[in-house]
């Protein structure tokens, strides 16, 4: 796809961002106050801490990038995911089914479901009827929806650079902040670990083959637990305030353990 996008997102974690993309490789992305907290173009990535100051790294064909959670990117890019198998190796996901029209944020698409091959919960996704973008994407608890998409807009090229405060990749790795925050994690990771004794889970079931007459089935089985968080403090202590990891959770139970 190598048209222009600009659209808002909303996700499952209360999140707002609003996002351009120029295919192949430059980005856009605003939280809901209008600062920027993503930008990247051909040569030059550029993620903004709460201070406003951008981390930058320069791009090399051998960089490796991870990526953990759902990125409002991925609407933009799901046709990537149904590549053809001679380009892309292994496909992620089966055949669509249960596909039936839905309206997202005032627009009309198609929704359709997927097995996710690689082992994660049914995927299921929205794709816009008139304008072939994905405005709906859910796995599990997790979602993000599209609104307002706008194809072939022309982008001023300075939309995806940054010439405001930058520190270099290498610099913020050794930064105080970043040391100080390193430090804290491997503490955290030297306490008692929090163990579980039981997850929820819910488990779907999809028929592949069989014989109605002989009664013999083959089925996929599929075992998924949302996400949730999980807190533990000393009682006498009191508990400590809901830090920016937990806040969008909201309570279900408490317990209290030993004297």
């Known amino acids: 796809m190598g048209r222009t996008v600009r659209a808002t997102v909303y996700s499952s974690d209360g999140v707002t961002n609003y996002v351009w993309f120029a295919p192949p490789t430059s980005w856009r ?17 550029y993620r903004f801490g709460e201070d406003g100051v951008a981390v ?12 953990t959670g ?13 590549a053809p198998a001679e380009i ?7 055949e669509p089914r249960q596909v039936a029209e839905t309206e997202v ?42 609104e307002s998409p706008v194809l072939d807009d022309d982008f001023d090229p300075a939309l995806f650079t940054w010439d405001g405060a930058t520190v270099e990749f290498e610099e913020h790795l050794e930064s105080r902040e970043q040391l100080g ?28 083959e069989g014989d109605p007459l002989s009664g013999a089935l083959d089925v996929t089985v599929t075992a998924s637990s949302p996400q949730f968080g999980l807190r533990r403090w000393l009682t006498e202590v009191g508990e400590p305030e809901v830090g920016f990891s937990m806040e ?12």
């Open 29 to 45: 992305i605003e939280n809901a106050d209008g600062s920027p907290c993503y930008i990247e173009n051909a040569t030059d990535e």
């Open 56 to 67: 930058h790294t320069s791009k090399s064909p051998n960089r490796f990038v991870a990526v």
């Open 70 to 82: 759902m990125s409002p990117t991925a609407l933009f890019t799901a046709y990537q995911m149904w």
């Open 88 to 94: 892309t190796g292994r496909s992620r996901f089966g």
């Open 105 to 146: 944020r005032g627009r009309w698409g198609w929704h359709m479901e997927f097995d996710d091959l690689y082992g994660g919960p049914t995927v299921g996704v929205v794709i816009d009827a008139e304008l072939g973008v994905t405005l709906s994407w859910m796995q599990g608890e997790q979602w993000m929806q599209m």
């Open 181 to 208: 925050h390193e430090q804290r994690m491997q503490e955290l990771a030297d306490m008692p670990p929090t163990r579980l004794g039981w997850v929820p889970m819910e488990i779907s079931v999809s028929p592949t």
């Open 248 to 259: 969008f959770y909201s309570p279900r139970a408490r317990t209290t353990i030993g004297p």
